[in-house]
């Protein structure tokens, strides 16, 4: 099957500072990603949706100008978490559909110091 | 709010034994799957179950839906250790890949 790449698997930064996480479809062209956030022990929560060539749509609640969504090809989706705070302390997964079903990445672990 | 609510949220059996869990949902959907994710770790994706199917099968799993009562059942068959995880449901209801995901299930299977 088709297979979606994040990167990187994990990362810890300190508070104040930003993070950029990629989420690659390694086989196959995907006009629209979606990212989202798990906390631990909880459930996963959409983010945004990341569209190719467009402005990303956000879910309500999330901060546009904290989370910058960049989808500059069919391959490739960034997330960035600028001025990060110990409270962004997440798992971060990114999904990505063809034209069958939908594939999700391996997710990063944030953490924030 | 999640659109899906799984039940029971924890549920602790012998292997051997089966397992059910069940979600329910509360708008039409295009297909709902099933997935599970092992402790810290991503999403393996296991069924999915389109809104025109009522059954599916994979292995030891069998995959329910009633989209009259807007709920669907996982159920594992001859439970091993390693099927202890968190089980969530996620339902489409675009066809555009944009799931939302139920509360989960944390099952534990006692060797």
């Known amino acids: 099957g088709a297979v979606v790449s994040q990167h990187p698997s994990w990362v810890i930064c300190k508070s104040g500072t930003s993070v950029k996480i990629e989420c690659r479809s390694l086989d196959f062209q995907a006009t629209t990603m979606f990212w989202y956030r798990q906390f631990p022990k909880q459930s996963l929560m959409l983010m945004a949706t990341?569209?190719?060539?467009?402005?990303?749509?956000?879910e309500q609640g999330v901060e546009k100008d904290k989370f910058l969504i960049n989808h500059a090809s069919l391959t490739l989706s960034t997330l960035t978490v600028t001025s990060a705070h110990p409270e962004d302390s997440s798992f971060y997964i990114c999904s990505a559909k063809d034209s069958y079903e939908q594939y999700f990445g391996p997710g990063t672990r944030l953490t924030v110091t | 709010s999640q659109q899906g609510e799984e039940d029971p949220q924890a549920l602790s059996i012998q292997e051997g034994e089966n397992a059910t869990m069940n979600c329910s949902y509360k708008t039409s959907i295009n297909n709902l799957q099933w997935y599970r994710q092992n402790s810290g770790r991503g999403l393996v994706h296991l069924i999915l179950?389109?809104?025109?199917?009522r059954e599916k099968h994979s292995g030891r799993l069998r995959v329910t839906l009633d989209t009259s009562k807007k709920s669907s059942s996982l159920l594992i068959t001859a439970s091993r250790a390693a099927d202890t995880a968190s089980y969530f449901c996620?339902?489409?209801?675009?066809?555009?890949?944009?799931?939302?995901f139920g509360d989960g299930t944390t099952l534990t299977v006692k060797p």
């Open positions: 179950i389109r809104s025109n199917e």
């Open positions: 990341s569209n190719e060539g467009s402005k990303a749509t956000y």
């Open positions: 996620a339902t489409d209801t675009t066809n555009a890949g944009k799931s939302t």
